[in-house]
């Protein structure tokens, strides 16, 4: 069965203190993996995809990178706006359309 | 251009009362899909459409739910005698969806719709 699974759960950073999150997972084959940022109260917005294991992609202080097994997200020098739930999701290449998304990462960055 | 746009963003009802929900997709995206997000969790997918094909409904969870679209434009997503379990987000994503192309995958967003069932 396809599945994303994300950790840790929370994330309390500090101003400046850089860190990772991750997304492992299990899918029949993959067609694109994808992170999206969520602020409360409104839709989830793009920030990377990836498709083959080796990909990175920057987006200022955010790096996205894949494994065969997992990606992560690398937040360099977090500010107190990137506070966000972070969200992974992953599409198969079996042709289907559907994402599968992990429950997320809530980062908070204090100043 | 604009983005994706949903209404109403706040919805509060009583159990048993119908609601509709609006998602009007980024014009020239053939592909449109609701999901549900309860409090805490990921998102659930519900229903996809795509162009004139048959919509896929497999992720509706009770015969209650039922969407529509008219061509590649504004979708409606119904829920029939409301439950507090169907207190959630309901969010709308569209996509240029093609099987083979890489890059057209990429769903994006709308601000959804909060449902409260009281």
């Keep these: 069965e396809d599945q994303v699974t994300q950790s840790p759960e929370a994330l309390r950073l ?14 029949s084959g993959l067609r694109g993996l994808f992170w999206y940022r969520q602020d409360p109260g409104k839709g ?3 920030l990377f995809t990836l498709y083959s294991a080796g990909e990175e992609k920057e987006k200022e202080r955010l790096k996205a990178t894949l494994t065969k097994k997992e990606s992560f997200l690398h937040i360099t020098a977090p500010k107190p706006e990137d506070s966000a739930t972070y969200l992974c999701a992953v599409q198969a ?9 992990g429950t997320g990462t809530r980062l908070k960055v204090l100043a | 251009g604009a983005g994706v746009s949903q209404s109403p963003s706040n919805k509060v009802t009583e ?18 899909y609701w999901y549900r997000q309860r ?16 919509p896929d409904k497999s992720g509706l969870p009770s015969d209650r739910f039922s969407a529509e679209r008219t061509g590649e ?7 029939q005698r409301t439950q507090q379990e169907d207190s959630a987000v309901y969010l709308c994503a569209s996509s240029f969806w093609d099987r083979v192309l890489i890059g057209t995958d990429t769903q994006y967003f709308g601000p959804g719709t909060r449902l409260t069932v009281l």
């Design chain 1, 14 to 27: 500090q101003e400046g203190e850089s860190s990772s999150l991750n997304c492992s997972y299990t899918v």
């Design chain 1, 44 to 46: 989830p917005e793009f």
């Design chain 1, 93 to 101: 290449t079996s042709g289907t359309y559907k994402y599968i998304f």
């Design chain 2, 15 to 32: 159990k048993g009362k119908d609601v509709e929900l609006r998602c009007d997709p980024i014009s020239g995206h053939t592909a449109l």
């Design chain 2, 39 to 54: 409090l805490g969790q990921g998102l659930e997918f519900l229903i996809y459409f795509q162009g004139n094909s048959a």
């Design chain 2, 73 to 79: 434009s504004v979708s409606t997503l119904t829920i």
